[in-house]
């Protein structure tokens, strides 16, 4: 099998380096990849990374499966445009990927169909949204209408720091009940009728230790089969995610974010997409090999295949450059991933990329270090002891990933 996958980030590397493990794979290629992905695989480069595009690219290669790591080119269409030529791709319809695309459109979705959800207001205008606070009390979540890759979200701790939230991120936004509970990504690979979890994940959004700071794309995630009871897991596939393929016959993968409240799991948001860093614990802890289910999951029979997973712990720790989630520089040395892999970590590239010196930063997110044990005290362990060994400029990262954990595997409220 030839496996093409869309996207140049970490998770795509580690889809692309678990693919690549597969007997069943004859060479997987990543478009437009990274350093990371050449490692385990070949890029092709790509231009404007249009749907058009991007199916010249897998017909280049003659790929006999595609997966879509990020959420752009499914919203924009990619799905629909590969199976009008007949070309195996695993991801939801454009029509579907609004789940994720529109935040207003989702909020409506768990209306429609009774989706656990936090309490909620849609506005499309800056006077409405004032208004609306007065329905809240504080602290008060505050999101801006469509992709903004994590960052669109504002949790406003008063009256003032609300206003200015609606002042900044436009004018259709969701207000909504600030959820308490712990957070838990819960995802999916669906066919358009059966469904196969993978293991509860839980990422790290804040940029700071303590879960302090802006809002990132994620700095860190852990996976572990205690995250979630089996009764919990149930509770979820039965709230959430089957009344959601029913309604849309969803394929692709279907990105739960949830709040484990006391009244049960609440849906924060969908992604119609793997996790990242989700993904990255996620591979390196999966027994299974992926290349077959994900060809099923193209060909409509998911089945009854089940994910099964190595014993004990994953733990994936972001390296970002000086400043992210704001503006930060490119182009720093990065020292030190081949010492990381000695000391037992597999290294995924996020933001690199080749310079006239070697290996050198190209993103806010550079790197995840990630590594496994056999249960969450020692995986925190090993992982913090490689990350120490990589260095570029202005480097930070969150020293609490998997933190939250130790309080107790089962993070959620049993029902
Ligand atoms: P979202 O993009 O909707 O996932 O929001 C980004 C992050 O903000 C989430 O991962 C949560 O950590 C936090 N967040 C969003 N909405 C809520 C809410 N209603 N209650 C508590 N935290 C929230
Ligand atoms: N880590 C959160 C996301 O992928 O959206």
Redesign the pocket.
Known sequence: MRILVIGSGGREHALVWKLSQSPAVEKVYGAPGNPGIAQCGECIPTGDGTPKELLAAAESINADLTVVGPEAPLVAGIVDTFRAAGRAIVGPTAENARLEGS?IFAKDFFRRHKIPT?EFVLTDNRDAARNALARFRF?V?I?ADGL?A?K??V?AGDRAEAERAVEALGERLVI?????GE?VSFIVLCDGRDIVPFAATQ?H??VNDD?TGP?TGGMGAYCDSRILSEKQTELILDTVIRPTVEATGFSGFLYA?L?MTAAGP?V??FNVRLGDPEAQPLMFRLNTDLAPVLMSAAQRELGRHTFSWRRGTSVCVVLASAGYPGSYSTGAPIQGIDAAEAAGATVFHAGTRKGASGLETAGGRVLGVTAAADDLPSAIEHVYQATRHVHFEGLHYRTDIGRKGLRGYNVGVAP
């Open positions: 935040k936090a602290p979540v999101k903004a994590g669109g979200v949790v909504e009940e600030f959820l308490e957070e990422d959004k804040r879960d809002n974010g709040i609440k924060l948001e």
